[in-house]
């Protein structure tokens, strides 16, 4: 199913602009059309499977997280302007509000490498606690 698009992600890696990939498409009403391909990285050996963890970056806000954002505060469930603390009362800020986090302009730490603290068996997939925790511990530093 879908073997242009698994073409082109193929070539994709053949050209090195990846090294793996997870592809899902989810569509109301349909089949899922699931698959994997590549290593973890251009010098390791390990493929990518279902279980693969990925360290979300800013392309990965652009195509995802941004889009479902900008549909909920359509829909009226939050606002750009609110602060995160009405979302996360744990966080760091009062004064720090959603459209600052997509901004990078909330004082957080620009990168951390939380999949290691899940690789070390620190957290497990789905624990939302410790990942605010640990933003929370990383803004003070």
């Not at 793996?20 to 390791?44: I, Q």
């Not at 986090?101 to 410790?130: I, M, V």
Request: net charge neutral.
């Amino acid at each position: 199913m879908f073997p242009r698009s698994r073409a082109f992600l193929a070539e994709t890696l053949a050209q090195k602009q990846a090294s793996g990939l997870a592809f899902l498409l989810r569509r109301p009403g349909a089949k899922d059309v699931e698959f994997y391909l590549g290593t973890h990285s251009h010098t390791e050996a390990t493929p990518v499977t279902a279980d693969s963890l990925f360290d979300l970056a800013s392309v990965s806000k652009i195509l995802s997280t941004v889009s479902l954002l900008f549909a909920a505060e359509s829909e009226g469930r939050f606002a750009f302007g609110d602060p995160v603390r009405k979302y996360f009362s744990d966080f760091p800020s009062t004064e720090t509000t959603v459209l600052d986090l997509l901004n990078h302009r909330s004082g957080l730490p620009a990168h951390e490498q939380f999949f290691q603290r899940y690789q070390k068996g620190e957290a497990k997939l789905g624990d939302q606690r410790p990942l605010l925790s640990w933003i929370c511990e990383s803004s003070l530093k």
